[in-house]
């Protein structure tokens, strides 16, 4: 996979409450899923509805004409007294066509426009901690 990550530490997503609509018990991520397209619409990026998977949340992205999905999920911590407090992952897969993927271009790079956008997003908040690329 074309990949990098995005980690960090937060209690200000739900990773408490399993909701009947899940559909596996570890789908955590809609409301950071919604709250993080709202972010990147209002920088102007073509972002579309996240959708649930059975793993958390996904949510396909454009940025400069190239195509993204921003996979969500999270962990909470054991035995704390804030039941949402824990570490959320964000996977940013860059896609590419079948030319780029034969010929080994277009792989995502540290200083790719999307990876940095995130990163940019989560720091500038107050209540997320932690924020770091993992490779």
Known sequence: ???????????????????????????????????????????????????QEDWGWELPTKNEGKGYYLCISGNADDERANSNEGEWRIIIEKRRSIGQRLTGKGKIELRDGMLVSVKKILEAEPDIRNVHIEP
């Open 1 to 51: 996979m074309n990949t990098l990550s995005l980690l960090f530490r937060t209690d200000r997503f739900n990773l408490s409450k399993i909701d009947e609509t899940f559909i596996n018990p570890c789908c955590f991520g809609e409301d950071l899923a919604r709250w993080l397209r709202e972010a990147l619409r209002e920088k102007k990026f073509e972002v579309s509805e996240p959708y």
